[in-house]
Nanobody
Framework: QVQLVESGGGLVQAGGSLRLSCAAS????????MGWYRQAPGKQRDLVAT???????NYADSVKGRFTISRDNAKNTVYLQMSSLKPEDSAVYYC??????????WGKGTLVTVSA
């Protein structure tokens, strides 16, 4: 079992920045990749960014150049630095952990609202 707790969401004006954090606990040694997904009202949950244990990253085209994902393996924490935020970035952001054996774990989500 892996537990994920997100923090750092909130209200920000367009063009502003936020940093999300996700702390993992439990059987963290089994975690392979971690990532962030987001879901806006009435829409599906979409990939934002992922990072492997070795630091390899992947980003959605819509956030490339604006968001940066990073991971502190010693703290079992993944971060998402979001800059140049746009109203269309508004969503609930979910932390994800992919563990050996193929199971996914999710946090409860943190709300990000970007005002125009």
């Amino acid at each position: 079992q892996v537990q994920l707790v997100e923090s750092g969401g909130g209200l920000v004006q367009a063009g502003g920045s936020l940093r999300l954090s996700c702390a993992a606990s439990g059987r963290t040694v089994l975690i392979s990749a971690m990532g962030w997904y987001r879901q806006a009202p009435g829409k599906q949950r979409d990939l934002v960014a992922t990072v492997t244990r070795n630091g390899g990253t992947n980003y959605a085209d819509s956030v490339k150049g604006r968001f940066t994902i990073s991971r502190d393996n010693a703290k079992n924490t993944v971060y998402l630095q979001m800059s140049s935020l746009k109203p269309e970035d508004s969503a609930v952001y979910y932390c994800n952990a992919f563990v050996l054996g193929g199971m996914d774990y999710w946090g409860k989500g943190t709300l990000v609202t970007v005002s125009a």
